[in-house]
């Protein structure tokens, strides 16, 4: 007769552990998820009864609250919120920086002229550069690998068109010659005045420096190297960011057309993976409440 009248108990109980899991993964949620989610799935009302139900039921007026479990859930579910809220900005950042690119591939390629520019404002945006080659001064970036192939990326000022204003440009990527290091591949540099088009980045990309880079000189072999570096060393006007070439040259020479590689590699996104990092210490600071919440109880029903 006693387990009949338990049994209704029991699953009372349950439904009520069940319905304060389901308040504390909305509590969870951000705040702009969290208004509908408590408007149209629940009132406030129906949660307010769940938790005075359950401080009404036997098994939590038999809960033994202990500091140490306490406090050590406590750490738990802050480090577990702060780090997901934490890869939900990481993924929220990765998901703007889409949007950019795919907004700064569908515009029309922005005139880059002697004015200078907010590198920011135009990274990643089409651009579109008139002027020369400054082909005497060329600058290698090394351990630039494509394909599982060492190579260089080639770097040159193109000096814009009636100004004293240069652009630094990433032209393409070459093989490197592993029988002679110091042999340098051949390419073709079109003479004249040229029309490229192009990617802008902040910077053409950063590799581990070991020991003194060396000075920057026309034709040098270095592991990083930017527009203010090359500003520094010639004393030229650049604009402060790298243009990754993505038009052929048209008047290369026949030996140059097909050694310049093009095949730029692209930011690295990644949002999905933050989110599923996010629901993973979200995860982690609920199961530390059920935990402490369940023992709790357990233990109380023993003694």
């Given at each position: 007769?006693?387990?009949?009248?338990?049994?209704?108990?029991?699953?009372?109980?349950?439904?009520?552990?069940?319905g304060?899991?389901?308040?504390?993964?909305i509590?969870?949620?951000?705040?702009d998820?969290?208004?509908?989610?408590?408007?149209?799935k629940?009132?406030?009302?129906?949660?307010?009864?769940?938790?005075?139900?359950?401080?009404?039921?036997?098994?939590?007026?038999?809960?033994?609250?202990?500091?140490?479990?306490?406090?050590?859930?406590?750490?738990?579910?802050?480090?577990?919120?702060?780090?997901?809220?934490?890869?939900?900005?990481?993924?929220?950042r990765?998901l703007?920086?889409?949007?950019?690119?795919?907004?700064?591939?569908?515009?029309?390629?922005?005139?880059?002229?002697?004015?200078?520019?907010?590198?920011?404002?135009?990274?990643?945006?089409?651009?579109r550069?008139?002027?020369?080659?400054?082909?005497g001064?060329?600058?290698?970036?090394?351990?630039r690998?494509?394909?599982?192939?060492?190579?260089?990326?080639?770097?040159?000022?193109?000096?814009?068109?009636?100004?004293?204003?240069?652009?630094?440009?990433?032209?393409?990527w070459?093989?490197?010659?592993?029988?002679?290091r110091?042999?340098?591949p051949?390419?073709?540099?079109p003479a004249?005045?040229?029309?490229?088009?192009?990617?802008?980045?902040?910077?053409?990309g950063?590799?581990?420096?070991?020991?003194?880079a060396?000075k920057?000189?026309?034709?040098?072999?270095?592991?990083?190297?930017d527009?203010?570096?090359l500003?520094?060393?010639?004393?030229?006007?650049?604009?402060?960011?790298?243009v990754?070439?993505?038009?052929?040259?048209a008047?290369?020479?026949?030996?140059?057309?097909?050694?310049?590689?093009?095949?730029?590699?692209?930011p690295?996104?990644?949002?999905?993976?933050?989110?599923?990092?996010?629901?993973?210490?979200?995860?982690?600071?609920?199961?530390?409440?059920?935990?402490?919440?369940?023992?709790?109880?357990?233990?109380?029903?023993?003694?």
């Amino acid at each position: 007769m006693n387990s009949a009248i338990e049994k209704p108990t029991r699953s009372a109980n349950a439904r009520t552990i069940f319905g304060l899991a389901d308040l504390l993964r909305i509590m969870l949620m951000k705040a702009d998820a969290r208004l509908p989610m408590i408007s149209t799935k629940a009132t406030a009302t129906k949660y307010f009864m769940v938790l005075s139900r359950f401080l009404r039921n036997r098994y939590c007026m038999a809960f033994r609250f202990r500091l140490i479990p306490f406090l050590a859930t406590v750490v738990l579910v802050a480090i577990g919120v702060s780090a997901g809220r934490w890869q939900d900005g990481r993924a929220a950042r990765k998901l703007a920086l889409e949007a950019r690119l795919a907004a700064g591939n569908a515009a029309a390629p922005l005139v880059l002229g002697a004015a200078p520019v907010v590198a920011a404002d135009v990274e990643f945006r089409r651009v579109r550069l008139q002027g020369e080659w400054v082909a005497g001064w060329p600058v290698y970036l090394d351990n630039r690998p494509h394909a599982g192939k060492p190579g260089f990326y080639l770097l040159m000022p193109l000096r814009l068109a009636g100004s004293d204003m240069h652009v630094l440009v990433a032209r393409g990527w070459l093989p490197r010659d592993m029988a002679d290091r110091s042999k340098l591949p051949v390419y073709g540099t079109p003479a004249g005045p040229v029309t490229v088009e192009g990617i802008a980045r902040l910077a053409p990309g950063h590799v581990m420096q070991l020991g003194e880079a060396p000075k920057l000189a026309p034709g040098a072999i270095v592991q990083n190297a930017d527009a203010a570096a090359l500003a520094a060393a010639t004393g030229w006007k650049f604009q402060p960011l790298v243009v990754e070439q993505t038009t052929p040259d048209a008047a290369a020479t026949q030996a140059g057309a097909e050694a310049l590689v093009r095949d730029w590699p692209a930011p690295a996104m990644g949002a999905d993976k933050h989110k599923g990092y996010a629901f993973q210490w979200y995860a982690l600071a609920a199961m530390a409440v059920l935990f402490f919440v369940f023992t709790g109880l357990r233990k109380s029903g023993k003694r």
